[in-house]
């Protein structure tokens, strides 16, 4: 089966430019043929879980791989092939899989520990902060969550309390979460979203509160003139700006962007929170903020600083976070209020596992890690974006390798990239083809997702994927 990708055909702006060169067989017969017990398994699980999965993420067309075992930068799924991987668990694997660092951190934990849990403060929740503030100064004082949704909605709860207003302005093809301020403008269709310098929510969940899009308020990314305008209009009401500093981890802000909204939020009395959970450790050690040279109000975390576990952190200015403190300035010895109860002025955060000793433990071991490998994953980073951009120019083919830090995106477009209506535009239809053929070829990501590097990938992985994607275009050729 063979196809021809047209013109309209999964974008508009530059289809022409694949016309008569985009001719590959289908993926889909050797995906199902290499991947039969996957799809049992999944069928399997669609009689116990809904759709057959734990997270709408992991879902896709035609249905996922189901993976048994995972070292370095490979997975192996239940058929027996083998994958490099570039998924890397969303970008938190910033080690690769089964880190000996790790483990032995985890180890070492539990036998000094004797227990998995205490439920109560202990020492590293202080060293794992110090290390925190070592890369991120803007956080004077954290909170930890359980993963980095948590950790985003903390934040916004955070920036509630401390102002009293009930608004929140997000950014359109921003993700930050799975509730329900935030479950807007994530993936819309620009035709039914308003017009460019003043998109609408629209929603991307069912369950949403009735009349809950009114206390989200959507800006367009990297355009100042218009965010200035819109915040203006509504700064009475609006709390907080959240803002991915790089959208999707892969589309960076225009310096002069975020320097602008930094300034206006400021001027406002907005709190200006960036959600560096894709980014922090990955753009830079100190997230995008240390590379823009920043200074958010506050600052979430997660994915790479929890070492491939659930884990959150949400920090910033010492007024914001002290909203939460349960003593909010009592005498120490003050026992007029009963244990575990919390003033109405005060902000009620918990949670049993935040802080988890194995967890913090896994955390530092991967930043002990990254700060001697760091940069040599960013030069493998670099230069398998300039192999794959050779590639491609070679073919004939527009594709931008998008991204800072060990995180990137192949975007296949001539055209700038600044937002998300400009990503699509780009060729989707074309890079999710290539995403299945590829992992056909023993080459893993998540069709259309970003690309993560680990410090396990090394010239073997270059090398393999380079070699995959030569044969995909021979195929191509000889029409196999």
Do not use: W
């Not at 799924?77 to 994958?83: H, K, L, P, R, T």
């Not at 207003?165 to 807007?184: I, P």
């Not at 369950?207 to 200035?228: M, Q, V």
Request: proline share 4%.
């Amino acid at each position: 089966m063979k196809y021809i990708l047209h013109k309209n055909e999964g974008m508009k702006g530059d289809a022409h430019l694949f016309m008569a060169i985009h001719h590959f067989s289908h993926p889909l017969p050797r995906f199902l043929s290499k991947t039969k017990e996957s799809y049992r398994l999944q069928k399997e699980s669609e009689n116990i879980l809904p759709g057959g999965v734990t997270a709408n993420i992991k879902h896709f067309t035609p249905y996922p791989i189901v993976m048994k075992h995972g070292m370095e930068a490979r997975l192996t799924d239940v058929d027996g092939n083998e994958y490099v991987d570039y998924l890397m668990g969303y970008g938190a694997l910033a080690l690769g899989h089964g880190h000996r660092s790790i483990k032995e951190a985890i180890d070492m934990q539990l036998k000094k520990d004797g227990t998995y849990l205490f439920g109560t403060p202990h020492k590293v929740e202080g060293a794992f902060a110090k290390k925190i503030q070592q890369y991120f100064p803007s956080i004077e004082q954290l909170r930890y969550t359980n993963s980095g949704t948590e950790a985003t909605l903390l934040a916004l709860r955070l920036a509630f309390a401390f102002t009293g207003k009930s608004k929140v302005a997000k950014f359109e093809g921003h993700y930050h979460g799975g509730y329900n301020e935030m479950l807007y403008s994530i993936n819309p269709d620009p035709l039914k979203a308003g017009e460019a310098d003043e998109p609408f929510p629209v929603p991307e969940s069912a369950g949403l509160l009735k009349d809950n899009d009114k206390n989200t308020i959507i800006l367009p990314f990297n355009n100042a003139k218009a965010c200035e305008r819109i915040l203006k209009k509504h700064a009475d009401e609006l709390a907080a700006v959240m803002i991915e500093p790089v959208q999707g981890g892969f589309i960076p802000a225009d310096e002069t962007f975020l320097f602008q909204l930094r300034n206006i939020t400021k001027e406002l009395g907005i709190v200006l929170i960036f959600d560096e959970v894709k980014t922090g450790l990955r753009s830079s050690l100190g997230g995008a903020q240390s590379i823009y040279q920043i200074t958010p109000d506050l600052t979430t975390l997660g994915k790479v600083i929890g070492g491939g576990f659930p884990f959150g952190v949400v920090g910033g200015k010492k007024q914001i976070m002290a909203v939460s403190s349960p003593k909010q300035g009592s005498d120490v010895f003050d026992t007029s209020q009963s244990s575990g109860s919390s003033a109405k002025d005060t902000l009620f955060h918990s949670g049993t596992y935040n802080g988890h000793p194995l967890i913090l433990a896994a955390g530092l071991a991967t930043i002990n890690v990254l700060e001697n490998e760091y940069r040599q994953t960013l030069e493998y980073t670099r230069g398998l974006k300039g192999e794959l951009e050779t590639f491609f120019d070679k073919q004939g083919i527009s594709m931008q390798a998008l991204g800072i830090g060990t995180i990137f995106n192949m975007v296949f477009t001539k055209n700038s990239v600044k937002n998300y209506r400009d990503l699509q535009k780009a060729d989707l239809t074309f890079r999710k083809e290539l995403d299945m053929h590829l992992i056909n070829e023993g080459i893993y990501t998540k069709p259309l997702n970003r690309y993560s590097i680990s410090t396990a990938h090394n010239e073997k992985e270059l090398s393999k994927t380079m070699d995959a994607l030569q044969k995909v275009f021979n195929q191509r050729m000889t029409g196999a």
